[in-house]
Structures are given as C-alpha cells and as structure tokens.
C-alpha cells in the first residue's frame, strides 16, 4: 500500500515537473564577442505582448522595455565583484492616426516604425550588437559573466487611473533573467 501511495506522488510530481517546464519553452541567452578593442552582446529575449498590453498601446499608453546588464567578476574564493552596470531603454508607442508603432531606443535616439505588433516583437527580441564593456577594463585572467533582467513597464500612468482600473499590475511584467559568459 505505501509502495502505491509512493509511486503516485512521484507519478504527480514527475508530471507537474514536466508541465512545468513546457510552459516556461522559451528562454532568451546571450552571447559576447570582441570586436574593436569593446566588448559587444548579442541578446535573444523572450518577448511577447499581452493582449491588454496591445490593448493598451492602441488606447495611447506609452511602454518602455528596460534592459539592466551587470557585468560580474566570479570568482571562487573571494565575494563576486561588479565590474559594471548599463541600462538601455527602448520606448514602444502606438500611433492611432498612421496606425503604426514606433520603437525608439533611449540610448542613442533611433527610432523604427512598425506595421504590426508582431514586428515590434520580432525587432525587441534580437537585439544585436551592444556595446558592454571596453576590454582595457578586463583582466583576461578573470571569470566575467554578464547578467540580463529585464521589464516591460506602462509609462505615465496617471495616479487616478491606477486608482481606477486594477488591471494596471498586468501591463508591466518582468522577463527571466538571462546570463551568459563575456568571454572564454
């Protein structure tokens, strides 16, 4: 009889398990390369909107996608340390007039314009070619890794209207954090 009891719960806990790891299928990474003397990233997110948050951007709500990098030394006997930290921003916007969405990086003022939503998806989840680190800051002998948290965050949400509507919570939503080594 415990032998069944047993053998049922491994049965349930293997299958939540492997639920569990079906819904989370897509997981973003990151690769580093030098080119220049500056360290560069390419970063595959895992980027989709909800349907509130497209119901939002075409009612006039203005998002931003805010990408925190941390470069970490890691080493084995001593506390990590932080070699640095960047920031870049990305503004996504709908226009009701053209019925088109812009995507402006904070960073640098460029800004594409976009038919669909699938687009701005597609054009948020591979980011290619950003400037991390200038490699006179690294030791070659030391173990870097490049951390990636990343959030898609409503903008200029007035307070009377969080106040007044609850779904506020749901248009901002964190991705996985991503990690990856800056070199080998």
């Not at 960073?107 to 680190?133: A, C, D, F």
């Not at 800051?137 to 965050?153: G, I, P, T, W």
């Amino acid at each position: 009889m415990n032998r069944i009891k047993i053998r049922s719960i491994f049965l349930v806990a293997n299958l939540f398990f492997g639920l569990s790891m079906t819904v989370n299928a897509e997981v973003g990474k990151g690769s580093s390369y030098l080119d220049a003397g500056v360290y560069y990233s390419d970063i595959e997110l895992p980027l989709s909107f909800a349907q509130e948050q497209i119901k939002a951007l075409e009612s006039g709500i203005v998002f931003n996608l805010e990408l925190r990098f941390q470069i970490i030394n890691v080493r084995n006997w001593r506390p990590d340390r932080s070699i640095g930290a960047l920031t870049q921003t990305y503004t996504i916007e709908f226009n009701a007039f053209t019925r088109r969405y812009s995507v402006t990086n904070n960073n640098t003022g460029r800004q594409v314009s976009m038919s669909t939503i699938n687009e701005v998806s597609g054009y948020l989840s591979k980011i290619k070619k950003l400037p991390l680190v200038d490699d006179s800051l690294l030791s070659l002998e030391a173990n870097y890794r490049v951390f990636l948290n990343s959030n898609l965050k409503a903008r200029d949400v007035s307070q009377w209207m969080k106040t007044l509507s609850f779904w506020r919570e749901s248009l901002d939503s964190d991705l996985e954090q991503i990690q990856w080594q800056l070199f080998n």
